[in-house]
């Protein structure tokens, strides 16, 4: 099997793992692919990057503002208006002079851009929040960042060693049961900087 996305390597989890042979490969690719959804679905955004620019719609709920998805590079950004609302996105915007990518020099901390401003121009803002703008970027994230990648292999590993717990039972101790816990404070610190806030 293939990693697909994943936020951490093979190799990396084998390590963290202390595992030496292949025997268990395929359950360990699927652990990855499994903790790197699950970082997706906690964060509400994905950390990998698209090959290839795609369009999306969004209605600004101001002139001079508008929140957008994270982009990730530069290359292929395309912002495109409808100005008379008829659905045809036939007005071209121009970065730089029309509007300013933000926050500034993202792409240099490799952080994605996750909103426009207008300059020399207003967005058009429909009273039916009807899609005015559309976006034609690569979606996701420049490069993985350290944390997340710590967390998938944290998390990977946690998926893997659980069938070695059933039913959510350790082991036995000297006070008794021991049982997994539901959450790991040091997952939740990592992915918390990284968790996207939804704005109605």
């Known amino acids: 099997m293939t990693i697909t996305n994943g936020y951490c390597t093979l190799d990396e ?8 042979d292949t025997l268990d490969d395929r359950l360990l690719e699927n652990s990855i692919e499994a903790a790197s959804r699950r970082i997706d679905g906690v964060c509400s955004r994905r950390f990998n990057l698209d090959s290839q620019a795609t369009a999306r719609t969004f209605a600004p709920a101001r002139f001079d503002h508008l929140e957008v998805d994270d982009i990730g590079t530069a ?34 901390k490799s952080e994605p851009v996750t909103a426009l401003r207008a300059l020399d121009t207003s967005f058009p803002v429909s009273s039916r929040r009807r899609a005015t703008m559309q976006v034609t970027a690569r979606w996701g994230w420049p490069a993985i960042p350290d944390a997340i990648r710590e967390v998938a292999v944290l998390l990977a590993a946690r998926h893997f060693r659980r069938a070695d717990s059933p039913l959510g039972v350790a082991g036995f101790g000297e006070l008794g049961v021991v049982f997994v816990r539901r959450t790991d404070p040091d997952i939740e610190a990592l992915l918390s900087p990284y968790r996207k806030v939804a704005v109605a």
């Open 13 to 20: 989890l084998k390590s963290a793992l202390r595992i030496t």
């Open 75 to 108: 290359t292929g950004l395309v912002v495109k208006v409808d100005l008379t609302g008829n659905g045809v996105y036939s007005t071209t915007l121009t970065a730089g002079t029309d509007f300013q990518l933000e926050p500034f020099n993202s792409f240099a």
